[in-house]
C-alpha cells in the first residue's frame, strides 16, 4: 500500500489491487458489451460530424473485470457508485447490473442522451445526470496553470441539482484524461467520504484503486 502525500488533510491509500485481465465474461454481460461495442464504433464513424474532444472510451471489458473483483471482495463501505464522467453510460451500466446503486454524471448533453438510451435499450437500472461532476470549490485543487479538461466545463454542478454530495458513494469510477489524474485523486481526497474508494482506468492494463483514510 502507497500512501500519497497529504500536508495535514486526509490520506488516499493506493491498495494492492490485483484484478484478472483474463476473467470469463458471463454472457448476459457480454451481450451489453456487444451492445456497447455497436455504439462505440457507430459514433467513431460518425465522429467528424459530432466531435466530443473530451470523450475517449476505457477498455470496458478489463473495467467490468476490475468491477467485478471489487464487488465480491467487499471493500466498499456501501453499495453506491458514482462514475465521473460517463460518456455513454457504459460503465454506470455495467456496474448496476453487478448490483451497486449506480448514477453517472457527464457534462455533455449528446452523451447523457446516448447513455440514457444504453441504459434503457439494455435495461439497465442506472441513473445518469446531466452536469458537472467537480464538487462546488474542488476547481481550486488545480494548479493555476494547469488546463485539467475536467474544468473547462459550464454546466451546472450535478450534485446540487439532485441534493447529492459526493460523501454519498462509496465508490467513484474515473477515466481521467493523461496528467489530470492527480487533480481527480485530490479531489477525491478532499469532497469523498472516510473509507470511499476511487477506482480509476489509466490506460490498457492499468487499473488503479484508492481508498480515502481520515
Ligand atoms: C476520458 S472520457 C471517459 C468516459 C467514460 N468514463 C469511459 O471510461 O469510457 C471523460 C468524460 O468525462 C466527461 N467530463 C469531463 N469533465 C467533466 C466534468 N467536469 N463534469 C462532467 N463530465 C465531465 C467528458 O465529457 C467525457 O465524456
Known amino acids: ?6 500536508n495535514g488533510f486526509p490520506e488516499l491509500e493506493r ?3 490485483d484484478w ?21 464504433q457507430a459514433y467513431w464513424d460518425q465522429w467528424n460530424k459530432k466531435p466530443i ?5 476505457c477498455d470496458f ?20 457508485f458514482c462514475e465521473w464522467g460517463c460518456g455513454f453510460g457504459i460503465v454506470t451500466g455495467l456496474a448496476s447490473q453487478l448490483g451497486w446503486d449506480a448514477i453517472g454524471i457527464e457534462a455533455e448533453s449528446f452523451l447523457v442522451d446516448q447513455a ?10 442506472g441513473e445518469i445526470l446531466h452536469g458537472n461532476f467537480l464538487p462546488r470549490g474542488s476547481e481550486r485543487l488545480a494548479d493555476a496553470q494547469s488546463n485539467h479538461a475536467s474544468l473547462f466545463h459550464q454546466v451546472e454542478n450535478a450534485y446540487e441539482q439532485h441534493d ?3 460523501d454519498d458513494y462509496a465508490l467513484v469510477f ?3 484524461w493523461p496528467g489530470e489524474h492527480p487533480f481527480l485523486e485530490d479531489v477525491f481526497r478532499h469532497y469523498a467520504g472516510d473509507g470511499a474508494l476511487l477506482l480509476m482506468f489509466l490506460g490498457p492494463y492499468e487499473i488503479e484503486l484508492f481508498r480515502k483514510i481520515a
Do not use: C, H
Open 1 to 6: 500500500m502507497k500512501r500519497q502525500k497529504t
Open 20 to 40: 484478472d485481465d483474463s476473467a470469463e465474461i458471463p454472457p448476459a454481460t457480454e451481450l451489453i458489451l456487444k451492445d456497447a461495442d455497436r455504439v462505440l
Open 15 to 17: 491498495l494492492d489491487f
Open 164 to 166: 447529492l454530495e459526493l
Open 174 to 176: 474515473a477515466y481521467p
Open 61 to 80: 471489458r478489463d473495467v467490468w473485470r476490475a468491477l467485478a473483483k471489487l464487488t465480491a471482495s467487499k471493500l466498499a463501505k456501501g453499495n453506491t
Open 53 to 57: 474532444e473530451q470523450y475517449v472510451a
Open 116 to 125: 440514457n438510451r444504453f441504459l434503457i435499450r439494455n435495461q439497465l437500472k
